[in-house]
């Protein structure tokens, strides 16, 4: 089992930024990715990014890219999602999510098997 703990949701206004954290604990082995999403209220869940453990590398669709950073603190197990010039669009529940298998799409919420229970991000115009 991996329990992951999301922090740093809330409320914002329009233009200003946000970094989410997530902390995994529990199995010794390392997700091969730690993925965010995030779904709005009547939308579907959608992928903003992921970090890569053995590449170290980040992960995103094009719609993600530029204004959403994602990283990752190999001592401390946590994944960063940094998020700037928010628009009110942005507003959802943020979910960080762990995959452990290989070969699998960074993008594709069925790869992750583990799941925070999310952190509220709320953007006013």
């Known amino acids: 089992q991996v329990q992951l703990v999301e922090s740093g949701g809330g409320l914002v206004q329009a233009g200003g930024s946000l970094r989410l954290s997530c902390v995994a604990s529990g199995r010794t082995s390392r997700p091969n990715y730690m993925g965010w999403f995030r779904q709005a209220p009547g939308k579907e869940r959608e992928f903003v990014g992921a970090?890569?453990?053995?590449?170290?590398?980040?992960y995103y669709t094009d719609s993600m890219k530029g204004r959403f950073t994602v990283s990752g603190d190999n001592a401390k197990n946590t994944v960063y999602l940094q998020m700037i010039r928010l628009h009110p669009e942005d507003t959802a529940v943020y979910y960080c999510a762990a995959a452990m298998a290989y070969a699998v799409r960074s993008d594709d919420a069925r790869s992750y098997e583990y799941w925070g229970q999310g952190t509220q991000v709320t953007v006013s115009s």
């Open positions: 970090f890569g453990w053995i590449t170290s590398s980040p």
